[in-house]
């Protein structure tokens, strides 16, 4: 009989939600009555709304258990690993029965996210036993020319991930036709739009597959320098990286005549980023590497002609890099197999906000975002209306519900006004307003400008400043022109993405929800009931019990009343966080 | 655009002695003459002090041949690098778009009222920095928090309060 296996995701929000102490416990219960099973680590698949998640693998195959604690955890262990008899109520995944949670996983096709949860990503071994390193390997016994290579990723119709949508083989390409006695390989993993983790869970889950990935890009257009450019807020996924790096070095991916090519050298550093969304533009992502201020430079010289320190360089993301080793390992038409006529392949989008199955998802370009956000998503929390989805981060734009039969590619995403991204997908219900959404985004773009562009600097600060009034109940009759006025001069007159993009989700949310923005300035109303100047919280004297709740809940202690009297709020103090509101058992509480 | 200042010549004299800068030194020779140093160099020196000393910034001028003005430029350039000292435990409310819609503001109000602070300011009692993060990257338990090393999900405006009360017991068991 095959040793019983115990796996617990150990992602950074498997962390947050407490699986180290899971783990803990587990190892505590194996060694205390000295138990024989396997107890093993990997990271995230995806399930973030289950977290903490661990698997038991036995002679009958797998189950994931979803909210584990301490407590289930020894549950667990007496049930299910002692007794064989697994405690199905708790298990969220396995192909033995029918779980409620299963939808999350129909339709998702698993290409860059092919090993993450699946695998230790601290065992190079774990990686190649799922065919990991055997594409480097297929090039090595095919002796395929980086001609061939290149072409290979052309016909697999793989774009690029980071947003841009650039075809990967057409910027490979131009790197490798310009001849330099050095180039260079870069990873873009300065993920920085709020509300995205995909390139954090690939990194922490499979770094092996990015490092990989970029091996292959070296050889092809002939790079002896690789660089991981990574935020410095991942701190697991740089450990992890580290990790993998050196064993790659030990078992000679990397070094000098790799896999016996001879002279073909490569080495690849990380380097840590500051704290900087615009270095997530590749001319600002290289004069960061060089130790400048991140700031953007006019294109051309292109990096592929003239990139880090003046050589010939690809910078590619994360995910962009994962799929590479896939389809030169399959070829290309095992990728290109997925999608729409102009998106091929797979998309990883994480899929937020709102939504009762909040995680990662991996999907087909093309799959309509009706079935991402309802049959995987599950639908929206406590079942309130949907009202938009964000798409794009701060770069792009909220599509409204009238258009939720849309296909995710990039034609249509594009069509929407919003962008595809780098594939952060926040859900908003009823109680979200539009007109704070596109504050929120103005207020971090405004905030995150290099300065070099005039209207990127200042428009942004006096978009932002209309918006704020709008919100507070000060808005204007003509703010909505102004706004469009200043978008368009944003749009054209900044140099990099940032500025351009910058206005999209002003943008949108006026061509969407332009009567949530009249409310606001007309009528002093927030239709969400989300902004709190707009907003009262009144205890209805019928209704109050004088159960204490509120008060207690009460933060900042706003809410006076004796036992069994009527409650009252202090309006002073109220800082309208809605505490009370929610924890009202006799619905006393009303916001207008 | 982020607006920093270097601390005053009269601020930093009441900090300067805390400061020891043999400390950096060994920092100093492994980036010594590489190109692209300053960066790491920069981070080096903060995740020794916490923050870097205005006399830090002399000293590494003065052995790699920086300039001050480059260096200053990009410290004040990038989000990461702070120019005074911080509290013990660090609180990083993030503002990722998941938080924001989850009720991320209600969190920081609750926070800085419990601590009397502002936004990137420090309690007298230098037990506790706020701050605001861009995304931490725990969407789906938004609204989230992180002290120190340790992320908190699915807060509420009274959770949130009630984490820092408990670490503010813990240190005064401590003394």
């Known amino acids: 009989m095959a040793q019983t296996k115990v796996i617990v995701g150990l992602g950074s929000c498997g962390i947050a939600a407490g699986a180290n102490k899971v783990y803990n416990k587990l190892k505590a219960i194996k060694d205390a009555e000295n138990l024989n099973f396997e107890l093993a680590k990997t990271s995230c698949i995806g399930m973030c709304f289950r977290e903490p998640l661990v698997e038991v693998v036995d002679e009958n195959g797998s189950m994931i258990y979803g909210d584990v604690n301490e407590d289930k955890a020894l549950e667990i262990v007496q049930q299910h690993i002692i007794g064989h008899n697994p405690i199905k109520d708790y298990v969220v995944k396995t192909d033995l029965f029918k779980t409620p949670d299963n939808s999350f996983f129909d339709g998702q096709v698993k290409i860059a996210l092919r090993n993450c949860g699946y695998i230790d990503p601290e065992n190079i071994h774990e990686y190649e036993s799922r065919n990991g390193y055997q594409a480097l390997r297929k090039i090595v016994n095919e002796k395929m020319q980086p001609e061939t290579i290149i072409q290979t990723i052309i016909d697999s119709g793989l774009r690029g991930r980071g947003g841009g949508g650039f075809p990967t083989g057409l910027k490979w390409r131009f790197a490798y036709s310009n001849k330099a006695d050095e180039k260079y390989i870069i990873c873009n993993a300065d993920e920085g739009d709020p509300g995205a983790f995909m390139d954090r869970s690939l990194l922490e889950g499979d770094p092996h597959a990015v490092i990989e990935g970029m091996i292959i890009g070296a050889y092809a257009i002939g790079a002896t320098n690789g660089i991981i450019y990574c935020r410095a807020e991942y701190p697991l996924a740089i450990k992890r990286l580290n990790i993998a790096l050196s064993q790659a070095r030990e078992h000679g991916y990397l070094g000098k005549n790799i896999m016996g090519i001879d002279g073909f050298n490569l080495n690849i550093n990380i380097k840590e980023g500051a704290g900087a969304f615009v270095c997530g533009e590749e001319t600002a992502l290289m004069a960061s590497i060089e130790g400048k201020r991140g700031m953007p430079s006019k294109r051309p010289p292109f990096p592929a002609e003239q990139g880090l320190w003046r050589k010939p360089s690809n910078i590619n993301n994360v995910e962009t890099y994962a799929n590479v080793p896939y389809i030169i390992a399959n070829g290309a038409e095992s990728y290109n197999k997925y999608g729409t006529e102009k998106s091929k392949g797979t998309k990883v989008f994480a899929l937020t906000g709102k939504i009762k199955h909040g995680g990662l998802v991996e999907v087909p370009m093309g799959t309509p975002l009706r079935d991402i956000i309802y049959k995987l998503g599950g639908g929206i929390q406590n079942d309130k209306k949907f009202k938009a989805v964000q798409l794009g981060g701060p770069s792009g734009g909220c599509i409204p519900e009238h258009l939720i039969d849309i296909q995710v590619d990039y034609d249509q995403v594009t069509a929407t006004g919003a962008i595809m991204g780098s594939g952060g997908m926040v859900v908003m219900d009823e109680t979200t307003c539009m007109v704070d959404v596109a504050r929120f985004f103005l207020d971090f773009t405004q905030k995150e400008s290099c300065g070099k562009c005039t209207f990127c600097r200042i428009g942004t600060k006096r978009m932002l400043e209309i918006l704020t009034r709008i919100t507070q109940g000060e808005g204007e009759e003509g703010d909505i022109e102004k706004l469009e006025e200043l978008a368009l001069q944003v749009r054209e007159s900044s140099l990099c993405g940032l500025g351009q993009t910058a206005p999209n989700p002003v943008l949108t949310t006026i061509k969407y929800f332009r009567h949530e923005y009249e409310a606001h300035i007309k009528d002093k109303k927030c239709p969400a009931h989300s902004c709190k100047k707009l907003l009262t919280y009144t205890i209805d004297p019928e209704k109050c019990t004088g159960c204490t709740v509120c008060a207690v809940k009460c933060p900042v202690k706003a809410i006076d009343g004796e036992r069994k009297k009527v409650h009252t709020i202090n309006q002073d103090i109220c800082i309208k966080c809605g505490d009370c509101y929610s924890n009202c058992r006799f619905d006393a509480i009303t916001k207008n | ?175």
């Open chain 2, 1 to 175: 655009m982020r607006v920093q200042r270097l601390l005053t010549e009269t601020e930093n004299k009441k900090i300067a002695d805390n400061v020891d800068l043999k400390l950096i030194e060994p920092l100093i020779e492994k980036y010594k003459g590489k190109k692209g140093n300053l960066i790491p160099l920069l981070q080096g020196v903060q995740s020794i002090y916490g923050y870097i000393p205005r006399s830090a910034f002399e000293l590494l001028s003065a052995k790699t041949g920086l300039k001050l003005s480059d260096m200053y430029g990009v410290a004040t350039f990038y989000a990461q690098f702070r120019l005074s000292p911080v509290g013990k435990h660090i609180v990083k409310v993030c503002h990722g778009t998941a938080c924001h819609v989850q009720g991320a503001d209600a969190i920081s109000t609750a926070i800085k009222d419990a601590l009397g602070v502002s936004d990137g300011e420090t309690t007298p009692d230098k037990l506790f920095t706020l701050e605001t993060v861009a995304c931490l990257g725990c969407c789906s338990l938004a609204p989230v928090m992180m002290i120190d090393e340790e992320s908190y999900g699915k807060l509420t405006g009274s959770s949130a309060v009630k984490i820092i009360k408990e670490i503010k017991i813990k240190e005064k068991e401590n003394k």
